[in-house]
């Protein structure tokens, strides 16, 4: 399985053109988070809002299970390489579908101390 097809990857590029175009003007997006990638056999989980020119570089939240979880820019070839053990990979969430803006995420898992925690009170919420 392809961690980003090419559908998923041409919206995290057009929500990164418009929050580029946007800055130009003062503005702030606060994009929904399109995409979630998750440690099949842990906590860590990465939530992308948008990918840069690079093609390689997300934006979004990561969240490594420590208790902290960060907005900021990830690599997706790093997580892309990650090797776990009885060779598992990290794997994209199918079925992720989100209202919420990142913000929101970011402020829920923070309160919450993970994604994880955060994606079941948000959940609750509605």
């Excluded at 199918?94 to 919450?112: E, M």
Aim: with cysteine; net charge negative; hydrophobic share 50%.
């Amino acid at each position: 399985m392809s961690l980003l097809p090419d559908a998923l990857r041409e919206a995290l590029r057009a929500n990164a053109i418009a929050a580029c175009a946007a800055e130009q003007d003062a503005v702030v997006i606060d994009h929904r988070p399109l995409v979630k990638f998750f440690n099949p056999m842990g906590a860590a989980t990465w939530l992308s809002s948008e990918l840069y020119p690079d093609g390689d570089t997300l934006f979004g939240l990561a969240d490594l299970g420590f208790g902290c979880p960060e907005v900021g820019c990830f690599s997706l070839r790093e997580i892309a390489a990650i090797h776990l053990p009885f060779g598992l990979r990290i794997e994209r969430d199918l079925c992720f579908v989100t209202r919420h803006p990142l913000s929101r995420w970011a402020q829920a898992a923070r309160q919450c101390g993970s994604i994880i925690q955060a994606e079941q009170l948000l959940r609750a919420a509605h």
